[in-house]
């Protein structure tokens, strides 16, 4: 049973800084795609970045520069460090098992002006 647990969220002024976490269990992630998305109120959900198993990044245009996605293999986790927050980056933030219906509960941001 695959399990994935995000945490790290919370109230901060933009131009501030974050780092989530998404701790995975019955699952390597050293060997699989795994993604962070969010979803802000009244919106949709939106891919946020990506990290493969060899280790190709992608990043959304909006984050570009400011967000950089990672993971420790030996605590079987993945990071993603949130830069220069900025009001708009308020949301709930997932991590996925890209591929799968795997999906953690999610961590809110909020960024105040």
């Known amino acids: 049973q695959v399990e994935l647990v995000e945490s790290g969220g919370g109230l901060v002024q933009a131009g501030e800084s974050l780092r989530l976490s998404c701790a995975a269990s019955?699952?390597?992630?050293?060997?699989?795609?795994m993604a962070w998305y969010r979803q802000a109120p009244g919106k949709q959900r939106e891919l946020v970045a990506t990290?493969?198993?060899?280790?190709?990044?992608f990043y959304a245009s909006s984050v570009k520069g400011r967000f950089t996605v990672s993971r420790d293999n030996a605590k079987h986790t993945v990071y993603l460090q949130m830069n220069t927050l900025k009001p708009e980056d308020t949301a709930t933030y997932f991590c996925?098992?890209?591929?799968?219906?795997?999906w953690g509960k999610g961590t809110l941001v909020t960024v105040s002006s």
């Open positions: 019955g699952t390597i992630v050293s060997d699989i795609t």
């Open positions: 990290i493969t198993s060899g280790g190709s990044l």
């Open positions: 996925n098992h890209v591929g799968t219906a795997y």
